[in-house]
């Protein structure tokens, strides 16, 4: 879909970039799409809510975001306007039909080079509950994008349904990128960054590659390849990119010990789930203490960037040391001053990362020293100004990386929950559910003696 109405033509600014970059690992489009849904306690006027989406895409500007093939390049442009003349609806009659129906919705591609950059399915759920599916390319939202989509369109139906003021205005994701468009002072800036966070990451050399399923796909391929000295596997084919969700619970009592633990030591929930999945991987990995994650930064600093639709988010590459005689409080303490520093730095453009990984530890392109994304969406019973509400993720069907771990909370039942999306052909089912055991045992222990040892931790897990 091409400008035809004098729209301004932008190019694509690094967030986006990243998106791009996920596309050559993948031949599938799907593997950069957001599908997520939001279900409330209450009956809605779907009539209205209607009227509240078409709304909401006059207010949210990345929702009229539209991209397209110029040569080589890829380039975007706002529609001035834009509306739904129709949105589907559905009722489900059980839960298994309701899952089924979004996953292949989540699998569907968005035909994004032909206009189609969302999708939007009302819904009534098998429990009664009412609510809106939303699919949208990652290229015009992030997650962070996502949740304020949802939160303003609610805020929306309800000043049509009280006839009360509108909420206030969101800002504009044309203006930032607009700003981001031929700035030589900026990409001055953005290369330092890059050359911070680059040199850090390959500080001590290349770090240990560890999977989910210990050392199998590492030992395989050097048998295929002929190479005993292949110390970081090929992860990155694109024919293999089918991948399923498990999305696990902690039990209600597990979630509560954790967050009597949090309150009493002023722990980040993120630092403590990120800690448990590192001894887990740490452990059936033959006890390295140096592993690197991708850990999604949102980029969203300012009041404007934090009521702003769009792709602002990038990975960060949290590269972290804990030495098997640092103890559990000690080692959250460590990811918390990793995470600061990562935060200062966090401009640092994906692709010039990426660049510096594949140079500095001489890796091909289907290579990458890690093979964890990881990122924790801090959801509570406040996100949707009290309203009771379940929030679901969806299987897309197809993903760049061997792992994505999303750790949310199920705020109407207190139970955190860790979603884990794999590449089917790295790691099964089975091999997820035992890996998740083992990260809840490694944070458990670590709950309930701090001071003792990761060392230690991981004999018992």
Known sequence: MR??????????????????????????????????SIAFDEELDFGLLARAVNLEIARNDCLRLRIFRDGVKIRQFFLN????????????????EQEAYFDRDASAKLRVFAGETFRVIFFKSYNGKCGVYLNVSHMMMD???????????????????????????????????????????LEERLAREGKILNDWVAMDGAPVFGMLNGTKTLERQRRLLHRKDLKIPFVYLPVNDATHLVKLH??????????????????????LFQLGLRLCLSKINRQPDDLLFWVLCPRRKTVAEKRMGGTLASPMPWRQKLPDDLSFRDALQALGETQAFLFRHSDAPFTAIRAGELKQFRITLLQSANSVMFSY?????????????????????????????????????????????????????????????????????????????????????
Not at 81 to 96: A, G, T
Not at 406 to 417: C, K, L, M, N, S
């Open 250 to 271: 902690l039990t209600r009592e597990e979630s509560e010990r954790i967050d009597a633990f949090l309150r009493e030591n002023g722990v980040s929930p993120e630092w």
């Open 377 to 461: 969406l801090p959801l509570d019973e406040k996100t949707f100004d009290g309203r009771k509400y379940e929030f679901s993720g969806y299987n897309f069907g197809h993903y760049v990386m061997p792992l994505y771990t999303i750790v949310t909370r199920d705020a109407q039942r207190g139970e955190y929950v860790i979603s884990y999306i794999h590449r089917l052909w790295l790691t099964t089912d089975g091999e997820v559910r035992a890996f998740h055991d083992g990260v809840v045992r490694a944070i458990l222990a670590g709950i309930e003696s701090p001071e003792k040892t990761l060392g230690a931790i991981m004999e018992e897990i």
């Open 81 to 96: 306007e834009y509306r739904l003349d129709r949105i589907r609806y559905k009722e489900f009659r059980s839960k298994e």
């Open 3 to 36: 400008p035809a109405n004098g729209e301004t033509v932008y190019n694509t600014i690094h967030s986006q970039a990243m998106v791009q970059y996920m596309w050559r690992y993948t031949l599938h489009i799907q593997a950069t799409q957001i599908p997520a």
């Open 143 to 185: 997650f962070v994008a996502v949740f304020i989509f949802f939160r303003d369109l609610m805020q929306v139906y309800d000043s049509l349904k009280n006839g009360t003021p509108m909420p206030r205005p969101l800002a504009k994701y044309e203006d930032t990128v607009r700003n981001e468009q031929d700035d030589p002072a």
